[in-house]
């Protein structure tokens, strides 16, 4: 059904795993695409309660895939740069609750998507990082109003603009995490929650969910985020920003 990423149901625990854990699980646009419509699916699956998101492999997700973004499509610039805010979006108003299980390297987008689920899980060995700015990019796909909305203000800013890597401790303690746990538990810790949670009635489930995602999305408005396209597409045609991206994308291929 999918190309880069799997989807399967168990009674009322599903899994959507993005499978390209050779390449550290780039999102690109098929990928994008194909998370959304897993999102759609899911809610489809009227036994499915909870849906554990995660990568295979050495990371959970290594952000945005830029030569993906950067090929011929038959969609415009505007469209190609909207994708992403529409992954996050059908993640974020799945039906089910959603774990994100956590490993390895999360970033830039593989943050927001992170951002885009229910709780999260990580290892004491994930790191994270937002380099879009070095990048020559804002951050976009909605991930400016989670991470406030998780975070706060002012740490979003020094973590969005600084590019600086950040441990599971730190992210525990700014709120991004609901947990850290051993690597060898990581398997375990996510399946007990999931099953905690799956024997639990769906109507508390999906209300209790909908009930805060309400009172934050009046906190800080992730519809807002429509405009985050024009950003990125100003960022890729902008002379001095792809300039940052080139140095940014030369000392990275420097340090392999």
Known sequence: MFQTLKTEAFGPIGRLTLTRGDKLNPL?????EEIALAARHFDEETDVKVVVVAGEG???????DLESFSKKSDKSTR?????????AEAV??????TIAKIQGWC????????AACDLRLATAETRFSIPEVDLGIPLAWGGIPRLVREIGPALTKELVLTCRAFDAEEAKAAGFLNRIVPAASLDDEVEALAASLAKKARHALSSTKRHV???TDQMVGTGRSWADA???VTGFSDPECADARRAYLQERTKGR
């Open 107 to 114: 970033v830039g987008g593989g943050l927001v998507l992170a």
């Open 79 to 87: 469209e190609v740069a909207e994708i992403g805010r529409r992954m």
């Open 58 to 64: 050495r990371a959970f997700s290594a952000g945005a």
């Open 213 to 215: 995602n309400a009172v």
């Open 230 to 232: 024009d950003g990125l």
């Open 92 to 97: 974020e108003a799945m039906e089910a609750i």
């Open 28 to 32: 690109g646009v098929e990928t994008l």
